[in-house]
C-alpha cells in the first residue's frame, strides 16, 4: 500500500541544522504537491513548506530563508533542510501527499508519514 516514511529529527541547539526525509512508497507522486506540516503539544497542526511537481517551493513566512525543500521524482523522495534552528521550531514534523484543494491546511492531503520529533533547545 502507499507508505510514506520519514527519517531525521532528533535534538539540536538553537542555531543547529536538521535534514527530514521522506520515502514514498506505493505509488508515485511525481505530479503532486508534497508538504511538510508540523504540531508541536497543544496546538494544532500547522503548515510549513510545500512543493509542486517543478520544484516550485511554498513556506510558511516564519521559516522562509531558514527551510529548504527538496524533491527528487526519481527517487520519490522529498527532503526538508532545516538550518538556523529556533526553540519555537520544536514540533512533530510530517510529510503528506496533496490531492486536491488548497495547500496551506492538512486536510487536503490524503497520505502521511509517521512524523519525526524535532527539538531545539536554547
Known amino acids: 500500500q502507499v507508505q510514506l516514511v520519514e527519517s531525521g529529527g532528533g535534538l539540536v541547539q538553537a542555531g543547529g541544522s536538521l535534514r527530514l526525509s521522506c520515502q514514498a512508497s506505493?505509488?508515485?507522486?511525481?505530479?503532486?504537491?508534497m508538504g511538510w506540516f508540523r504540531q508541536a503539544p497543544g496546538t494544532e497542526r500547522e503548515f510549513v513548506a510545500a512543493?509542486?511537481?517543478?520544484?516550485?517551493?511554498y513556506y510558511k513566512e516564519s521559516v522562509k530563508g531558514r527551510f529548504t525543500l527538496s524533491r527528487d521524482n526519481v527517487k520519490n523522495t522529498v527532503d526538508l533542510q532545516m538550518n538556523s534552528l529556533k526553540p519555537e521550531d520544536t514540533a512533530v514534523y510530517y510529510c503528506?501527499?496533496?490531492?486536491?484543494?488548497?495547500?496551506?491546511?492538512?486536510?487536503?492531503?490524503?497520505?502521511w508519514g509517521q512524523g519525526y520529533q524535532v527539538t531545539v533547545s536554547s
Open positions: 506505493g505509488r508515485t507522486f511525481s505530479r503532486n504537491f
Open positions: 503528506a501527499a496533496h490531492q486536491s484543494g488548497p495547500i496551506y491546511h492538512s486536510g487536503p492531503y490524503f497520505y
Open positions: 512543493i509542486d511537481w517543478t520544484g516550485g517551493t
